[in-house]
């Protein structure tokens, strides 16, 4: 696995279905291994509420 929990990444790219850009910073929440190497990954706001929570692949994603 490339990333672990709890680990703080930025985006590569823009999921404007998710309403989050390249660049946005979330944290990994799960790591999943089957039936491809994904990443739970939730991204909040100023006041701590969750924006949006979904899986990306480890390609979209570095560690910020």
Do not use: W
């Amino acid at each position: 696995m490339k990333f672990e929990e709890h680990q703080i990444v930025k985006t590569t790219i823009n999921f404007p279905q998710n309403g989050i850009a390249a660049g946005d910073i979330g944290a990994i929440v799960m790591c999943f291994t089957l039936p491809n190497e994904a990443y739970e990954v939730e991204f909040v706001n100023d006041d701590g509420s969750t924006r949006a929570m979904f899986a990306i692949l480890p390609e979209h994603i570095e560690l910020f």
